[in-house]
């Protein structure tokens, strides 16, 4: 018995010194703002600031429209040593597009995906981008209009530590997450609009796209990714709606999937109204090269990989008007 006992008093004094000390995982801290009026008089409320290095791992923000008029109008720019890296409105970076709905109308709207999620009726948006940081982050956010006095609830959680996780692997040291609202534009048929553009390396994790197009020829668009050194490109999907793992124009109507789906699908007197989003947590697209990733506004018919670039669209031709989020991290 005694020697039983001795065995066990061993084993807890074995175990004691890894309950202290610097852990790998970092220290978690939060800012919050809880019914206040943050917004200072040109409109603009600063909801998180850091210096050193960390990582931000989720934002929340909530209001309702007594208190906080049109919440996801407002922008959200995230700061990252200076460089900025997040830039866009809160409902545009869940995917909720206002340019195409009333803006009451996505209270109805509920979604939880790797990157975004919104559960409450009052505009409640949690986005969890794992953003790094190595020597200083501001996280503002701007009204739409200046001098609105408005209360706000925020919570930005982040960690001390700037490792990021991607696939089972670590990032390189100095690697940026981008996340930029590329502004709506006219695209004629036949056209390309560029989703985003890098001249590093990079891990595309997320795509936001919003389409509004005459025609349903516009979902015939192929996703491609160029090599800007040289021009050459790869199909990442063969047709619009396939690359957010729809089929035939969505025929199964709106769904919103845990990586997948859209909040906004109106087809109606031969045209397309869409926000749909892609999301790519555990096999990102990697490119090991500079890349350009576009979307056309209609598309060639009987494609495959190799086929060369061509004028001959399928379906009625038609004008569009698309804008893109893509989520990803450069080195």
């Known amino acids: 018995m005694k020697l039983q006992k001795t065995i066990v008093i061993a084993i807890m004094a074995l175990a004691l010194p890894s309950c202290k000390g610097t852990s790998d995982y ?13 917004f200072d008089e040109n409109g603009k409320a600063v909801i998180f600031s850091a210096e050193d290095e960390g990582k ?10 007594d208190n906080w008029h049109h919440p996801g109008q407002c922008l959200l720019n995230v700061y990252c040593d200076d460089i900025l890296c997040v830039s866009s409105k809160l409902y545009e970076l869940a995917c909720l597009n206002m340019d195409y709905v009333d803006e009451k109308e996505y209270e109805k709207v509920f979604l939880e995906t790797p990157l975004f999620s919104k559960f409450g009726s009052h505009n ?3 986005l969890d981008f794992k953003i790094p940081y190595y020597k200083s982050c501001r996280v503002e956010l701007i009204q739409p209009e200046s001098g609105v006095n408005d209360c706000i609830w925020t919570t930005v959680r982040a960690n001390t530590k700037a490792t990021v996780v991607c696939d089972g692997r670590k ?10 609202r590329m502004a709506n534009q006219a695209v004629s048929s036949g056209e390309q609009f560029t989703m985003m553009e890098t001249d590093k390396n990079s891990a595309v994790v997320g795509v936001n796209l919003f389409l509004n197009s005459s025609t349903e ?9 160029y090599d800007t050194r040289t021009g050459e490109y790869e199909f990442l999907s063969s047709g619009l709606e396939d690359f957010f793992l729809g089929t035939y124009y969505f025929d199964s109507g709106q769904f919103t999937g ?7 699908l109106k087809m109606e007197d031969g045209g397309v109204k869409l926000s749909a989003y892609r999301q790519f947590p555990d096999n990102p697209l990697c490119f090991n090269h500079p890349v350009r990733i576009t979307v056309r506004n209609g598309e060639q018919n009987g494609i495959s990989s190799g086929s060369a670039l061509n ?3 399928f379906l009625k031709r038609g004008d569009a008007v698309i804008g893109a989020i893509c989520y990803y991290y450069e080195w």
């Open 311 to 313: 004028d001959d669209i």
């Open 217 to 225: 020829c516009s979902m015939e668009a192929c996703i491609r990714a």
């Open 124 to 126: 409640s948006i949690s």
């Open 258 to 264: 845990y990586k997948c789906g859209q909040t906004c």
């Open 171 to 180: 990032l390189p040291r100095g690697a940026y997450f981008k996340g930029i």
């Open 56 to 65: 931000i791992e989720n934002m929340y923000l909530c209001g309702d429209f």
């Open 26 to 38: 970092g220290r978690t801290f939060t800012y919050v703002n809880k019914s206040v009026s943050a």
